[in-house]
């Protein structure tokens, strides 16, 4: 095996025993037993656990990514970004379940990238502009484009992961009440949004 082949070995192990048991659980050890190397391998490559996590999960959020912004076209209609963008991500969680699953647990202690939460932020920063645009073609502010943005990206993905675990529904089922919530409800946003009681 060469170094790139073994290389990518190692990486399809730890996706596998990372979305199995998640980050802490998976040692050095049982990479390297399931590889048929011994640890120094795994040092080598990765320079430890972390390392290959890193690389595991900077491959998903590439995959993932790439996946939803391409589905985002500003030419398109709003609805149909929004249907685009949920089927994207539900589509990531139906083929890629053990990458998902990697994503939405816990980043090891002291890692401030590849985490969910910065995962849903680069996300939204991609949907923001868009709406920014709609906004303000429809006579809303568009600086209040990026928490329109944050919600409706952190709707769709909180769903995806509600949906790995309950997967009664159909993935068109799920992606078209996510749109019928996020069209019907942006549908009717007021220009100047309050609160009905006042909070001291």
């Known amino acids: 095996m060469t170094g ?32 048929g190397v011994s640890k120094p391998v795994v040092y080598e490559h990765f320079g430890g656990k972390e390392g290959l996590y890193a690389v595991v999960v900077d491959r998903e ?23 685009r963008a949920a089927l994207a991500l539900l589509d ?18 002291g890692q401030s990238t590849g985490s969910f939460a910065s995962l849903i932020s680069d996300v939204a ?16 502010d568009p600086k209040t484009a990026p928490i329109y943005a944050q919600m409706l990206v952190g709707m769709v993905a909180l769903t995806g992961q509600w949906w790995l675990d309950s997967p009664k529904f159909k993935k068109d089922e799920v992606a078209s009440h996510l749109v019928n919530l996020a069209w019907n409800g942006l549908t009717g946003i007021e220009p100047r949004p309050t609160l009905g009681t006042k909070t001291d």
């Open 125 to 140: 920063s991609q949907v923001e502009h868009i709406l920014a645009a709609q906004f303000k073609a429809s006579g809303l």
């Open 61 to 83: 959020i590439r995959t993932l990514l790439d996946a939803i912004t391409g589905a985002l076209d500003e030419r398109t209609h709003a609805r149909a970004l929004v249907e």
């Open 4 to 35: 790139k082949q073994r290389r990518e070995q190692l990486i399809v192990i730890g996706r596998t025993l990372f979305a199995d048991k998640g980050f802490e659980a998976t040692t050095v050890e049982e990479i390297a037993a399931r590889a």
């Open 92 to 109: 990531y969680v139906e083929n890629s379940s053990e990458g998902f699953r990697i994503l939405v647990r816990d980043s090891p202690t």
